[in-house]
């Protein structure tokens, strides 16, 4: 069936309300009913093509294979040359078992016990179902396998680099899958979800503190200095300093064509994200709206 | 009829910046920068009304007209970027990064590809198959006027 969308051209697809739908409510309660389950792989694909993996593990650039790596990934920690991530067993993840795949998801550590530097994102990809890990390894186990000699999952080699990013981690509280919140409704929970896993908000919209960490009490307030040295607006539903004169209308909107509230679209690292989001389904993106609503307005410090 | 008066003294506007002299237009940078602005709403306000006939909100000739619109004014993007017009609009918000003019060609090859997504929002508004208009709708918005963004608007930090 196809109610896991993997293209862009599934934006269309995903309209099929009903298989949607019980995709998402298969997503929040793993246990649920067995017999409606879509298959790992294509729920996989799903996953993996709403957190964008393909945007970094593929060298587009040079006319690298989908998903085998190599692109040279500049980042506040080094330059890293992202690993191969197709299942080509000598320099790919052929030969991970599924405890590799998810300690070096969870906690960012390669089965030859190197760290990865976190502009891998695994701090998000810590809070992950088992079931999400285990579906996005199938689909990831289901591409063709490319040999890309190479370093396969080498980070920076900086070693002041890896000083700071040993820190920021282990500053970063990392407390393992997301626990729903049964006092609220299954689409805030959905919502929270996505934003704490694939979707990565905080990544950018939360400033860091001096050791690296995300700053739980400005969490999505926005940052003058976000990982690009670029200003990351702040989405908290603040009415002046944030979003809090959006709807949740204009935020599907925005996750869906990148255009904001007075339809201006939105460029750089965001346009990266909009093309995540925009595979979404449509209910996941009204989820992440949902949430996004509801979290605690912060004003921008320099409006105070 | 107030809109159109405005449009036909944005086009004059346009229009005798594009005739004079360098030295002029350095005289008039403000006003050049002012007219940036008013074609960058413009043309927000066209994919507005593209996006308010997608919502059942405005009707097809409306739609038709903004699309139209949307190509005109694509046109007339390079008259409000003018050299020697670097510098922030009113907000303060954004700014035309330096490739506008060190890159000039590879800005006007984004010029020329997001106005190509307008003529193909244009022939899909005129179909009115809905699934048409949203798939050009989004490839105008993403590849047209935010790749332009990303390359050359920055952000600035307040």
Same mark, same amino acid.
């Given at each position: 069936?196809?109610?896991?969308?993997?293209?862009?051209?599934?934006?269309?697809?995903?309209?099929?309300?009903?298989?949607? /739908?019980?995709?998402?409510?298969?997503?929040?309660?793993?246990?649920? =009913?067995?017999?409606?389950?879509?298959?790992?792989?294509?729920?996989?694909?799903?996953?993996?093509?709403?957190?964008?993996?393909?945007?970094?593990?593929?060298?587009?650039?040079?006319?690298?294979?989908?998903?085998?790596? +190599?692109?040279?990934?500049?980042?506040? %920690?080094?330059?890293?040359?992202?690993?191969?991530?197709?299942?080509?067993?000598?320099?790919?993840?052929?030969?991970?078992?599924?405890?590799? %795949?998810?300690?070096?998801?969870?906690?960012?550590?390669?089965?030859?016990?190197?760290?990865? &530097?976190?502009?891998?994102?695994?701090?998000?990809?810590?809070?992950?179902?088992?079931?999400?890990?285990?579906?996005?390894?199938?689909?990831?186990?289901?591409?063709?396998? &490319?040999?890309?000699?190479?370093?396969?999952?080498?980070?920076?080699?900086?070693?002041?680099?890896?000083?700071?990013?040993?820190?920021?981690?282990?500053?970063?509280?990392?407390?393992?899958?997301?626990?729903?919140?049964?006092?609220?409704?299954?689409?805030?929970?959905?919502?929270?979800?996505?934003?704490?896993?694939?979707?990565?908000?905080?990544?950018?919209?939360?400033?860091?503190?001096?050791?690296?960490?995300?700053?739980?009490?400005?969490?999505?307030?926005?940052?003058?200095?976000?990982?690009?040295?670029?200003?990351?607006?702040?989405?908290?539903?603040?009415?002046?300093?944030?979003?809090?004169?959006?709807?949740?209308?204009?935020?599907?909107?925005?996750?869906?064509?990148?255009?904001?509230?007075?339809?201006?679209?939105?460029? +750089?690292?965001?346009?990266?994200?909009?093309?995540?989001?925009?595979?979404?389904?449509?209910?996941?993106?009204?989820?992440? =709206?949902?949430?996004?609503?509801? &979290?605690?307005?912060?004003?921008?410090?320099?409006?105070? | 009829?107030?809109?159109?008066?405005?449009?036909?003294?944005?086009?004059?506007? /346009?229009?005798?910046?594009?005739?004079?002299?360098?030295?002029?237009?350095?005289?008039?940078?403000?006003?050049?920068?002012?007219?940036?602005?008013? /074609?960058?709403?413009?043309?927000?306000?066209?994919?507005?009304? &593209?996006? +308010?006939?997608?919502?059942?909100?405005?009707?097809?000739?409306?739609?038709?007209? =903004?699309?139209?619109? /949307?190509?005109?004014?694509? +046109? @007339?993007?390079?008259?409000?970027?003018?050299?020697?017009?670097?510098?922030?609009?009113?907000?303060?918000?954004?700014?035309?990064?330096?490739?506008?003019?060190?890159?000039?060609?590879?800005?006007?090859?984004?010029?020329?590809?997001?106005?190509?997504?307008?003529?193909?929002?244009?022939?899909?508004? @005129?179909?009115?198959?809905?699934?048409?208009?949203?798939?050009?709708?989004?490839?105008?918005?993403?590849?047209?006027?935010?790749?332009?963004?990303?390359?050359?608007?920055?952000?600035?930090?307040?």
């Amino acid at each position: 069936m196809a109610a896991a969308p993997a293209t862009e051209n599934s934006a269309k697809s995903s309209r099929n309300k009903g298989g949607a /739908l019980a995709f998402s409510l298969l997503l929040l309660t793993a246990s649920a =009913a067995p017999a409606a389950e879509p298959d790992a792989v294509a729920r996989g694909a799903y996953l993996a093509a709403a957190a964008g993996c393909e945007q970094c593990h593929t060298d587009a650039d040079h006319g690298g294979q989908r998903y085998a790596g +190599g692109r040279q990934l500049p980042s506040e %920690f080094g330059t890293i040359t992202t690993p191969n991530l197709t299942p080509d067993r000598a320099t790919g993840i052929g030969g991970w078992s599924d405890a590799d %795949f998810s300690r070096a998801m969870r906690w960012g550590i390669a089965p030859d016990d190197s760290h990865y &530097v976190p502009s891998f994102p695994f701090v998000f990809y810590n809070r992950l179902s088992e079931r999400d890990l285990s579906d996005i390894k199938a689909f990831l186990g289901s591409l063709p396998a &490319v040999s890309r000699p190479g370093l396969a999952g080498a980070g920076s080699t900086a070693l002041l680099a890896r000083a700071r990013a040993a820190i920021a981690v282990v500053a970063t509280p990392l407390p393992g899958p997301w626990q729903p919140d049964p006092a609220k409704d299954p689409i805030w929970n959905r919502g929270a979800y996505l934003v704490a896993t694939i979707g990565r908000c905080g990544y950018c919209h939360t400033p860091r503190t001096l050791l690296g960490a995300p700053d739980a009490d400005r969490f999505l307030a926005g940052t003058s200095a976000g990982p690009d040295g670029k200003k990351v607006p702040n989405i908290t539903p603040d009415g002046k300093a944030g979003i809090g004169n959006w709807n949740e209308d204009d935020i599907v909107s925005l996750l869906t064509d990148g255009h904001t509230p007075d339809f201006d679209f939105v460029g +750089g690292a965001m346009a990266e994200v909009i093309k995540n989001t925009s595979r979404l389904s449509e209910e996941d993106r009204r989820a992440i =709206a949902v949430y996004l609503r509801s &979290v605690p307005a912060k004003s921008s410090p320099e409006q105070k | 009829m107030r809109s159109s008066l405005t449009l036909l003294a944005l086009g004059a506007a /346009l229009a005798i910046g594009a005739v004079n002299s360098p030295t002029a237009l350095a005289v008039d940078k403000e006003q050049v920068i002012k007219d940036r602005e008013a /074609l960058m709403k413009e043309q927000a306000s066209d994919m507005g009304s &593209v996006k +308010g006939y997608l919502d059942d909100k405005a009707d097809q000739a409306k739609a038709t007209a =903004a699309a139209t619109d /949307l190509i005109q004014t694509m +046109g @007339k993007l390079p008259d409000v970027f003018p050299p020697g017009t670097e510098g922030p609009g009113s907000d303060g918000k954004y700014a035309p990064k330096p490739e506008v003019w060190s890159d000039g060609k590879d800005f006007l090859a984004h010029r020329d590809t997001a106005a190509g997504k307008a003529e193909a929002l244009l022939a899909a508004v @005129k179909t009115g198959d809905k699934a048409n208009i949203q798939t050009a709708f989004a490839d105008l918005g993403k590849n047209g006027c935010g790749a332009c963004h990303g390359k050359f608007r920055e952000e600035l930090k307040k």
